[in-house]
């Protein structure tokens, strides 16, 4: 099974052919290696979101009891 970042590699490849652009913000690379490691960056950034999403989520379940 692809992840979610393998999908979008595969997607840009198969859409775009030579040119490989970020699925998230647009921004072009010319090598796969820089969109990987441009790609890796959101995705640490999504991480980040999400647990503090989650943190922000139990603060409020327990200022509401
Ligand atoms: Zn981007």
């Known amino acids: ?5 393998e999908e979008i590699l595969i997607g840009m490849c198969v859409t775009l052919g030579m040119i ?5 913000c ?4 010319n090598t ?3 969109l990987y490691q441009h790609l890796e960056e959101h995705a640490k950034t999504k991480d ?3 647990k503090e999403k989650q943190q922000n989520e139990k603060k409020q379940s327990k200022t509401s009891q």
């Open 1 to 5: 099974m692809l992840s979610d970042f």
């Open 20 to 24: 490989h652009q970020c699925y998230y």
């Open 26 to 29: 647009e921004q072009i690379f």
């Open 32 to 34: 796969k290696e820089k």
């Open 48 to 50: 980040e979101q999400e």
